[in-house]
């Protein structure tokens, strides 16, 4: 029960954000919001935004803070949202948003992350 304890803090923002994604991605074409000609740009930085914090939620609550396995957890869950959107009305699956702005998200997230830890704390963890 302790370790149960010790877990679920550090999964829990996590599975917010994997909630907050899933959320987004459910909804309807017509329910999303318009920005004119800057929603091209609004929307693949949410994208990129996104699954960045998620890669670094990942890390959190990975023993060890493998950054391989956050960025392959932060792809796969990208992929699996974009499989579940390509059910809902008006809406499409994407593989460029997997590969180029999810992708570039985590990435970017877990390379700052790890240049600006140091390797004092790197080698703790």
């Known amino acids: ?4 304890v010790s ?4 999964w829990l923002p ?3 954000l994997m909630f907050v994604i899933f959320g987004f991605s459910s909804r309807t074409s ?6 004119g000609g800057w929603d091209y740009f609004f929307k ?3 994208h990129t935004v996104g699954y960045g914090l998620l890669a670094l939620s990942y890390l959190r609550a990975l023993p060890n803070r493998n950054y391989k396995l956050a960025w392959l957890l932060a792809l796969l869950y990208s992929a699996t949202d974009e499989f579940h959107q390509s059910f809902v ?3 499409r699956a994407s593989l ?17 992350q ?9 080698e703790c963890k």
């Not at 017509?30 to 920005?35: A, E, H, I, R, Y």
């Not at 948003?97 to 992708?103: A, I, M, S, Y």
């Open 1 to 4: 029960m302790k370790k149960l």
């Open 7 to 10: 877990i679920v803090p550090r």
């Open 14 to 16: 996590a599975f917010l």
């Open 30 to 35: 017509n329910d999303l919001p318009n920005f």
């Open 44 to 46: 693949k930085s949410a």
């Open 89 to 91: 009305p008006g809406r």
């Open 96 to 112: 460029i948003d997997v590969l180029v702005f999810d992708n570039l998200g985590a990435l970017t997230a877990l390379f700052i």
């Open 114 to 122: 790890y240049r600006f830890t140091s390797k004092t704390e790197q």
